[in-house]
């Protein structure tokens, strides 16, 4: 609006012409009939993909949820990683009863 105003103002003939606000009138409803277009269209499908995407990647390791987690609360959870894989004392047989394992 400023430069079409800024045309009337400045005695530039061709600038000064009055199909310029047609035009620009013109090229606005165009493109708020392709943006209406493109929302009613396309932009539901990449909403959708875009939640689809979210949703698997929620449960997926290594998500951006864990790649936020700091380095120390990585090498606590490897510490304890390592103190649950070591070998138990003790195993349960088929029967539920427990019986003390050899080492060696």
């Known amino acids: 609006g400023l430069?079409?105003?800024?045309?009337?103002?400045i005695p530039l003939d061709f600038f000064n012409l009055r199909?310029?606000?047609y035009l620009w009138l013109l090229a606005t409803v165009a493109s708020a009939g392709y943006f209406a277009y493109w929302?009613?269209?396309?932009?539901?499908?990449?909403?959708?993909?875009?939640?689809?995407?979210?949703?698997?990647r929620q449960?997926?390791?290594?998500?951006?949820?864990a790649a936020g987690r700091t380095t120390t609360s990585r090498s606590t959870s490897i510490t304890t990683a390592k103190k649950t894989t070591a070998a138990p004392t003790q195993r349960t047989?088929?029967?539920?009863?427990?019986?003390?394992r050899k080492k060696g």
């Open 3 to 9: 430069l079409l105003l800024l045309f009337r103002i």
């Open 19 to 21: 199909f310029w606000l």
């Open 39 to 56: 929302y009613r269209t396309v932009y539901p499908k990449e909403v959708a993909r875009y939640q689809k995407t979210q949703r698997a």
């Open 59 to 65: 449960y997926m390791p290594g998500s951006a949820k």
């Open 93 to 100: 047989t088929a029967s539920g009863s427990t019986k003390k």
